[in-house]
């Protein structure tokens, strides 16, 4: 299997393998040396992602020219998009399975056959995965993703989301507990991360009221040696008093929020739909800041965006300079066929996107290394990851203040550090979005 895009769709894929597991199915980490199945786990949430997509299902394609791969499957995201049609675009494809048909998986397999080709993709979104779905790990043992949520509401003008994934639908407190108990169980689990397109919204759907917060503090009482719980995706809409003070008092819940702003000026985020104004982010962030003491934020940026003036992309820097958000990504507002934003006037044309991409980046960049460069000579709690492969006493590790994947890198040596454990770090020189240091 390959699972592109995001760690949503990476639990889809480790539960998508874990239900061909139970069923008797050889899981193999590559197609290289022949697999009757191999199957594409895809995203197409912007167009970006849907060329990698398309151009992985390419390649696989020649795989199994060569005889390396009998029948090719392709779910996720561009299955859901394109349904027959990428049966018709794509003709060495078997199998398509849309983002809520793929626990269906290991019977249609079991059912393929030369020149039998099929999509199987609902438009009814509804589906929610549980504590009982069998789940193939693909991260290193010490952290996990933990989907909350599924789809999303919220109808950002820019985004299909919704359209490849439903409305938002939040799973039940017990299923999560239990499914975290389950994880945990092993002991070596040391990192949950709580993913979802909102994990904010969390509970809104049945209750109108988050439920975060409660289920923040139910994680917290679960027995096992998970030390950091970090929330990813929240929406700086639907923060509550109660959540933030939950973030301060739960000791597990990591100092650490994903929080997308996307951008400052009214008349933008107006445009975009997503339910907030510069004062209230400001004041958001204020009092995560007062409230919740050496907490780290990460933003996400969109540049680039319809009718994005002069003034507003000015007004955005001046955000980003006075916020100086820990960790903060950019990306250029990609046109997606069928969202309103695709037929607002004055469309940005991409060289001047990527100008203003450019800026923002360089701004960030001075901005994170400066905030670096405060933990010299520092002793800070570091999980490590993983070995530097071939060099036994160097290792990359974590802070608390670090996602898995998307964040900085602490560069640590020190010998016989074991992945999956936490050390105290010395940090002995820091870089624009990384730091090295010598275990203690
Ligand atoms: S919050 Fe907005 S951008 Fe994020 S998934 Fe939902 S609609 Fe899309």
């Given amino acids: 299997m390959i699972s592109l895009g995001c760690p949503r769709n990476l639990v889809d894929s480790e539960v998508i393998l874990g239900s061909l597991k139970k069923r008797g199915f050889l899981i193999k980490d590559s197609f290289e040396d022949g697999v009757d199945i191999g199957i594409i786990n895809t995203c197409a949430f912007l167009r970006s992602a849907r060329e990698e997509s398309v151009d992985t299902i390419s390649q696989a394609i020649q795989l199994k020219g060569e005889g390396r791969i009998k029948y090719l499957v392709v779910c996720g995201c561009l299955g859901q998009l394109y349904k027959e049609k990428l049966l018709k675009g794509l003709s060495k494809v078997d199998l398509v399975l849309g983002t809520n048909d793929f626990f269906k998986i290991a019977d249609l397999i079991k059912g393929l056959a030369p020149n039998k080709r099929q999509a199987v993709v609902s438009d009814k979104l509804d589906y929610l995965y549980s504590e009982n779905s069998p789940r193939f790990s693909l991260t290193p043992a010490h952290y996990a993703y933990v989907k909350i949520i599924e789809g999303c509401s919220n109808f950002c003008s820019y985004c299909i989301i919704s359209r490849l994934r439903g409305k938002s639908r939040s799973r039940t407190i017990e299923s999560i507990l239990k499914e975290i108990g389950g994880l945990a169980k092993d002991s070596v689990l040391k990192e949950i991360n709580l993913i979802g397109q909102d994990t904010t919204f969390f509970g809104m759907d049945r209750s109108k009221r988050s439920e975060l ?228």
Avoid at 253 to 280: F, W
Avoid at 296 to 322: A, C, M, Q, W, Y
Wanted: glycine share 6%; aromatic share 8%; with cysteine.
């Fill in 213 to 440: 917060a409660k289920l923040l503090r139910e994680i917290s009482k679960l027995k096992n040696n998970v030390r950091w719980v970090r929330i990813l995706y929240t929406h700086p809409a639907h923060y509550t008093s109660d959540l933030i003070r939950t973030i301060r008092e739960e000791e597990r819940v990591c100092k650490y929020l994903d929080l997308p702003t996307q951008h400052s000026s009214d008349k933008i985020l107006k445009a975009m739909n997503r339910g907030t104004t510069r004062k209230e982010l400001t004041a958001l962030i204020e009092k995560l800041r007062k409230d919740i003491p050496g907490i780290v934020l990460r933003t996400s940026i969109i540049v680039g965006f319809p009718g994005e003036s002069d003034k507003d992309f000015k007004e955005l820097l001046d955000f980003i300079r006075v916020t100086r958000f820990e960790r903060l990504g950019a990306f250029l507002y990609s046109k997606e066929e069928g969202t309103k934003a695709a037929r607002f006037k004055n469309q940005i044309p991409e060289r001047e996107k990527q100008a203003r991409f450019d800026e923002v980046m360089k701004l960030q960049q001075r901005i994170s290394s400066d905030i670096n460069s405060a933990f010299l000579g520092k002793e800070i709690e570091v999980l490590i990851d993983e070995e530097v492969a071939g060099e036994s006493d160097r290792f990359l590790g974590r802070t608390q203040g670090d996602a898995p994947e998307v964040d900085g890198t602490v560069f640590v040596t020190g010998s016989n550090l074991k992945p999956g454990e936490f050390y105290q770090v010395k940090i002995k020189d820091t870089l624009e979005y990384d730091l090295v240091g010598e275990a203690i």
